[in-house]
C-alpha cells in the first residue's frame, strides 16, 4: 500500500519532507526520509497531518523515539495541525527503498 | 495493512539489573580464573574451576542472556513480554543461586550451601521458561520462537540435572559415575541452553544490524532439527548404553547442526549491505571462529589421553564463543536500551546524543584488542603448560573485564543531555 511522497503536488510536503530529514535512525544514523521508511505524507484532512511510514525492523525497540521525532518536527513546523503517525508493515521495508543519498551515507556499493 | 504499535520493550528496571550484575560477575569470573591460575594445567574436575565455570555460565553468560532475551523477546515475537514480575523474580533468583554456587565449590562445601544455591538457579530457570513460554504462546510461530522455545526447555534440562549432581554430592544416589552425568549437565547446557539461544537471537538480529537481504531458512530448520536430535541422542544414548562410544556420533550430529546456523550466517555476511563491519560486529565474527576451534578440539578432548584438551575445549566454549560474543554484542544492545528511555520523547526537539555516544569507543577497541590477546595467550600457555604465560594471559583478562566494566557502568549510569537553549525551543 505504499503512497509515493509527492513534493511538488503540495507545498505542504514539501516543507514537511525537509523538517522530517532532521529524524535520524538512531543505530544507522541516516534520516528517515533517506532510509526510505516514510511512505505517504498526508495534508486533506483540516487541521491535521497523517505520516504513513514503517520501520526498518518490525517491532523495532527505537520504534517510538522515532514516531515521537515525526511527531515532534511536524508539531513545531505546522503548528496549526495535530500530527499523526501511521505505522504500517506492508509493504515491508528493504534496502532498496534507500534514496541514492541514503546509499551514499551507509556506503554501499 | 497491519497497523501497530511499535513500542513493546519491557521496563528500564527489568532489564538493565541483569546487564549490571552480568559485567560485575565477567570481572569475578576473570579474578577466580588468575587466583586458580595453577587449575588450568591440572585435571578439569577442580573445586576451583567448577566454581569459575559456574561463574561464567550463570552468573555472567546465563545473566546476560536472560537481560537482553527480555529485552528481544517482544521483538521476535512482536507482542509485550508475559511477565515483569517473572522476569524480575529470576533475576533475584539467579543472582542468589550464583552467589551461592561459586563459593561452595570454591571451598567445595557440598550440602546445603551447593543444593540452595542449584534449587535457586532452578527456581529462576522455571521463572525464565514461562515467560518464554507464555510470550510465544499465541499467534504465528517463527523459527526464532522454535529456538528460543528448545533452548529453553535445554535449560530446564540443564539445571535439573545440575541440582541433582548437587544433591549427589553430598547424599549420594546416582547408579551412574557422577563425572558422567556432569558431562551430561555441560553439554546440554552448551548446545541445548546456550547453543540454541545465541542461534534464535542471531538468525534475527545479525542481517538486522548488517542490513543484509534473507539468506535461505531451510538451513535454520536443519539446524533445529541437527543440533536437538544430537542431544536427544545423546542423552538417550548415555541412558541406554552408557559404556558406548556413539557420543562422538551425536556429537558430530549436533555439529552438523551447527554448521548449517554457521552456513546460514555467511550467507548472511554475503549478502550484506553495510560492507563494512564495525569492531562490535568483529567480536561476533571472531566467536563463531572460536566456536569452530572447539567443534575441532573436541575429539582430541573426548578420546585423547590429555586432559588439557578438555580444559582448552572449555576455554573456546566460555572464554572464547560465549564471552566474545556477549562483550561485542552488550554495545550492540545495552546504549539502545538505556538511549530509548532517556531520549525517545526527545527527539526532533532537541539535538540529543547517539545511542553509540553513551559508550567509549576507543574503550571498546582496547577492549577488543586486549581481549584477542589474552585468549592467544591463555590458549597457549596452556598448550605449553607455562603457568607464567597463564598468569600474564589472565592479569589481561582483568584488565578486560575492568574495561567493559567501565562502560557498562558509563551507559548505565548515563545521564540525560539537553543543551538548555535547545530544551527550550
Known amino acids: ?109 | 495493512m497491519n497497523e501497530i504499535t511499535p513500542n513493546k520493550a519491557p521496563s528500564l528496571k527489568v532489564v538493565l539489573p541483569f546487564y549490571g550484575t552480568g559485567a560485575l560477575f565477567f570481572l569475578v569470573v576473570s579474578v577466580l580464573l588468575l587466583l586458580g591460575a595453577g587449575d588450568l594445567t591440572g585435571h578439569y574436575f577442580s573445586p576451583h574451576l567448577l566454581a569459575v565455570v559456574h561463574a561464567a555460565a550463570l552468573g555472567w553468560g546465563t545473566m546476560i542472556i536472560f537481560g537482553a532475551a527480555y529485552e528481544l523477546l517482544p521483538v521476535v515475537c512482536a507482542r509485550s513480554l508475559y511477565s515483569e514480575r517473572l522476569a524480575l523474580a529470576s533475576y533475584a533468583l539467579l543472582t542468589a543461586g550464583a552467589a551461592h554456587l561459586i563459593p561452595a565449590f570454591w571451598y567445595f562445601r557440598a550440602g546445603t550451601l551447593m543444593i540452595a544455591g542449584g534449587s535457586f538457579v532452578f527456581l529462576a530457570a522455571c521463572c525464565y521458561a514461562l515467560n518464554v513460554f507464555f510470550t510465544v504462546a499465541d499467534g504465528r510461530h517463527s523459527i526464532h520462537q522454535y529456538f528460543l522455545v528448545s533452548s529453553a526447555c535445554w535449560l530446564l534440562t540443564t539445571v535439573t540435572l545440575g541440582v541433582a549432581l548437587a544433591v549427589n554430592l553430598r547424599y549420594p544416589f546416582m547408579t551412574r559415575s557422577h563425572l558422567d552425568i556432569m558431562k551430561l549437565h555441560a553439554h546440554v547446557g552448551l548446545a541445548g541452553w546456550f547453543l540454541q539461544l545465541v542461534t534464535g537471537v542471531s538468525i534475527k538480529l545479525i542481517p538486522m544490524f548488517l542490513l543484509s537481504k534473507p539468506a535461505e531458512t531451510k538451513w535454520l530448520y536443519a539446524a533445529l532439527a541437527f543440533q536437538n536430535l544430537g542431544l536427544l541422542l545423546l542423552l538417550a544414548g548415555d541412558y541406554l548404553y552408557p559404556a558406548s562410544s556413539a557420543d562422538g556420533v551425536y556429537a558430530a550430529i549436533c555439529a552438523a547442526g551447527i554448521g548449517c546456523w554457521l552456513w546460514y550466517l555467511n550467507g548472511v555476511r554475503k549478502n550484506r549491505m553495510r560492507r563494512r563491519p564495525d569492531i562490535l560486529m568483529k567480536h561476533t565474527f571472531v566467536s563463531c571462529l572460536f566456536l569452530i576451534a572447539a567443534l575441532i578440539t573436541l575429539p582430541l578432548a573426548r578420546y585423547g589421553t590429555e586432559t588439557k584438551w578438555v580444559l582448552v575445549y572449555g576455554v573456546f566454549l566460555f572464554l572464547g564463543w560465549l564471552t566474545s560474543l556477549i562483550l561485542g554484542q552488550t554495545f550492540k544492545t545495552l546504549p539502545f536500551i538505556v538511549w530509548n528511555e532517556r531520549y525517545k520523547n526527545l527527539t526532533g526537539t532537541t539535538a540529543v546524543p547517539l545511542p553509540r555516544q553513551l559508550y567509549a569507543a576507543k574503550v571498546v577497541v582496547y577492549q577488543y584488542y586486549s581481549y584477542l590477546a589474552a585468549m592467544f595467550l591463555l590458549v597457549a600457555g596452556m598448550l605449553a603448560g607455562s603457568r607464567f604465560i597463564i598468569t600474564i594471559a589472565l592479569i589481561l583478562w582483568v584488565g578486560v573485564a575492568v574495561l567493559y566494566v567501565f562502560n557498562v557502568a558509563k551507559v548505565l549510569f548515563h545521564q540525560t543531555i539537553i543543551s538548555p537553549h535547545e530544551a527550550t525551543r
Open chain 1, 1 to 109: 500500500m505504499k503512497q509515493p511522497v509527492n513534493a511538488q503536488a503540495d507545498p505542504g510536503v514539501e516543507q514537511a519532507l525537509k523538517v522530517l530529514k532532521q529524524v535520524m535512525d538512531p543505530e544507522l544514523f541516516v534520516n528517515i526520509i533517506d532510509l526510505g521508511l516514510v511512505y505517504g505524507i498526508d495534508f486533506s484532512e483540516p487541521g491535521k497531518i497523517t505520516v504513513t511510514m514503517t520501520l526498518s525492523t518490525p517491532h523495532c525497540p527505537l520504534g517510538e523515539a522515532i514516531k515521537n521525532g515525526v511527531c515532534n518536527v511536524l508539531s513545531a513546523a505546522f503548528p496549526n495541525r495535530v500530527a499523526e503517525v501511521t505505522i504500517v508493515w506492508e509493504p515491508a521495508w528493504s534496502v532498496e527503498m534507500l534514496t541514492e543519498e541514503g546509499r551514499r551515507q551507509l556506503n554501499f556499493s
